[in-house]
């Protein structure tokens, strides 16, 4: 299911014509993690956390690694998603 929902939301971002993973970097700012920090959290390259983060990424991150980020920086995925910055701090 949650798999599901994270594709509906990326798609429903997309579409919007938003950047993915709009909190990306407010997130990790709050949490002083920088880009090596997370890469090495999660195990992604620090290339793929630098192009989720300047928005350059040529596409959508998969539901693992939507996971992964979520999971180091301790939120719930569909924050990295949301545009509202109520629930970052």
């Known amino acids: ?6 594709q509906k939301e990326m798609i429903y971002s997309l579409l919007k014509g938003e950047p993915k993973m709009e909190n990306l970097n407010r ?7 920088s880009s090596r920090e997370l890469a090495e959290m999660t195990g992604l390259p620090k290339q793929t956390i630098d192009a989720y983060r300047r928005r350059k990424s040529p596409r959508m991150p998969s539901f693992d690694a939507g996971m992964r980020i979520a999971d180091a920086l301790g ?15």
């Open 1 to 6: 299911m949650l798999i599901v929902i994270w």
């Open 27 to 33: 997130i990790m700012s709050a949490r002083k993690i």
């Open 75 to 89: 939120v719930d995925p569909h924050e990295l998603l949301d545009e509202r910055e109520d629930h970052v701090s």
